[in-house]
């Protein structure tokens, strides 16, 4: 939804900015790694994280109506973990808002199906339950997280999922020059991955916990959280996810604007699903305790695979998903046809 009497290139510039400042933050850190001591890990991870955000920008065909420059522009893998055409295609899937928190439809949902929650094992059971804390989300979420992507990934791939496949081929061009500046610097990977990496994803992990919310309304779904100015800026104003999945095409310096405008409506249509406190009160509510159970309330489907499927999804093809309304699909269609 562009915002009235502005032009394509005044409503992207905010994006240029940023994808700038994202890159010489990070390579200020990790080149001038010796003069700022360990302090160099933390605008590493700060900007690691902020460039997962402008991924994201990318793939909803921003700053430009080409999705291979976009691509082309977020294409340094300084995050490593995740490949970007992944996150492009099962993130798109996730915005078919019918199938939010859908165990098996919505690729980012972290929820289980009764008949997968009764089947996993004790030790699994355990660390789902503590990643449904906030605490426990940012310590043991990423690694549960990429334990079931890899792993549905590699059966993919070893299905002959060619498109898998070439995600990964793409993505591992892009860590080899990552590694390679990394390597130069006499930076040791276990360091960057262990210190960089993977904080940065459990930061980026800090807004995705509380986003979806399982409810039998659709709208009641997404959350709006009203953050400070620098968590608004590392997440890209998707702190306003609830305006995001109605505006998939706004860009994120538009997000605020349309929240002021209809705020009254989305917190309506919400069911108050709002966090005016940002994500302090968030962590007040819900840093040791679960927020929700694992196991899905409603959605309660029994398919063979779906323990794997559970946490991703297959996304080769969209032809066999359930339809994505409007002009979901056009996006679905423009951004993964390369």
Same mark, same amino acid.
């Given at each position: 939804?562009?915002?009235?009497?502005?032009?394509?290139?005044?409503?992207?510039?905010?994006?240029?900015?940023?994808?700038?400042?994202?890159?010489?933050?990070?390579?200020?850190?990790?080149?001038?790694?010796?003069?700022?001591?360990?302090?160099?890990?933390? &605008?590493?991870?700060?900007?690691?994280?902020?460039?997962?955000?402008?991924?994201?920008?990318?793939?909803?065909?921003?700053?430009?109506?080409?999705?291979?420059?976009?691509?082309?522009?977020?294409?340094? %893998?300084?995050?490593?973990?995740?490949?970007?055409?992944?996150?492009?295609?099962?993130?798109?899937?996730?915005?078919?808002?019918?199938?939010?928190?859908?165990?098996?439809?919505?690729?980012?949902?972290?929820?289980?199906?009764?008949?997968?929650?009764?089947?996993?094992?004790?030790?699994?059971?355990?660390?789902? =339950?503590?990643?449904?804390?906030?605490?426990?989300?940012?310590?043991?979420?990423? %690694?549960?997280?990429?334990?079931? @992507?890899?792993?549905?990934?590699?059966?993919?791939?070893? %299905?002959?999922?060619?498109?898998?496949?070439?995600?990964?081929?793409?993505?591992?061009?892009?860590?080899?020059?990552?590694?390679?500046?990394?390597?130069?610097?006499?930076? &040791?990977?276990?360091?960057?991955?262990?210190?960089?990496?993977? &904080?940065?994803?459990?930061?980026?992990?800090?807004?995705?916990?509380?986003?979806?919310?399982?409810?039998?309304?659709?709208?009641?779904?997404?959350?709006?959280?009203?953050?400070?100015?620098?968590?608004?800026?590392?997440?890209?104003?998707? =702190?306003?996810?609830?305006?995001?999945?109605?505006?998939? @095409?706004?860009?994120?310096?538009?997000?605020?604007?349309?929240?002021?405008?209809?705020?009254?409506?989305?917190?309506?249509?919400?069911?108050?699903?709002?966090?005016?406190?940002?994500?302090?009160?968030? %962590?007040?509510?819900?840093?040791?305790?679960?927020?929700?159970?694992?196991?899905?309330?409603?959605?309660?489907?029994?398919?063979?695979?779906?323990?794997?499927?559970?946490?991703?999804?297959?996304?080769?093809? @969209?032809?066999?998903?359930?339809?994505?309304?409007?002009?979901?699909?056009?996006?679905?269609?423009?951004?993964?046809?390369?």
């Amino acid at each position: 939804m562009p915002v009235l009497g502005t032009t394509r290139t005044a409503r992207e510039w905010p994006t240029w900015v940023a994808l700038a400042v994202c890159y010489t933050i990070w390579l200020s850190a990790v080149i001038w790694h010796d003069v700022l001591g360990w302090g160099w890990v933390v &605008p590493a991870l700060l900007m690691t994280t902020f460039h997962s955000s402008l991924q994201h920008e990318a793939l909803h065909g921003h700053p430009t109506r080409s999705g291979t420059l976009n691509e082309a522009l977020v294409f340094p %893998a300084i995050g490593l973990f995740v490949p970007y055409r992944r996150f492009r295609n099962t993130h798109l899937r996730h915005h078919n808002n019918v199938m939010l928190t859908d165990p098996y439809d919505d690729p980012e949902s972290w929820y289980l199906s009764r008949h997968d929650w009764h089947r996993t094992s004790p030790l699994m059971r355990g660390l789902l =339950n503590i990643n449904s804390t906030l605490g426990g989300r940012v310590l043991v979420g990423p %690694a549960l997280a990429l334990y079931g @992507f890899w792993r549905n990934d590699l059966k993919l791939v070893r %299905a002959g999922d060619r498109q898998v496949l070439r995600a990964y081929i793409m993505h591992f061009t892009g860590v080899v020059p990552v590694v390679a500046l990394l390597v130069w610097l006499d930076i &040791p990977l276990w360091t960057y991955g262990l210190f960089v990496a993977y &904080p940065a994803m459990s930061l980026l992990m800090v807004r995705t916990f509380i986003e979806h919310r399982a409810e039998e309304t659709v709208a009641e779904r997404t959350a709006v959280i009203e953050a400070g100015l620098l968590m608004r800026l590392l997440f890209l104003n998707n =702190n306003y996810h609830a305006v995001h999945h109605n505006h998939p @095409f706004a860009s994120w310096s538009e997000l605020p604007d349309i929240w002021r405008q209809h705020k009254v409506q989305t917190l309506r249509d919400n069911g108050g699903y709002h966090y005016p406190g940002g994500y302090l009160q968030v %962590a007040w509510y819900w840093l040791l305790r679960r927020r929700e159970p694992v196991e899905h309330p409603f959605m309660r489907r029994n398919i063979d695979d779906a323990y794997e499927r559970t946490f991703q999804p297959q996304i080769a093809g @969209f032809e066999n998903q359930a339809p994505v309304p409007g002009a979901q699909v056009k996006v679905v269609r423009k951004s993964t046809d390369l």
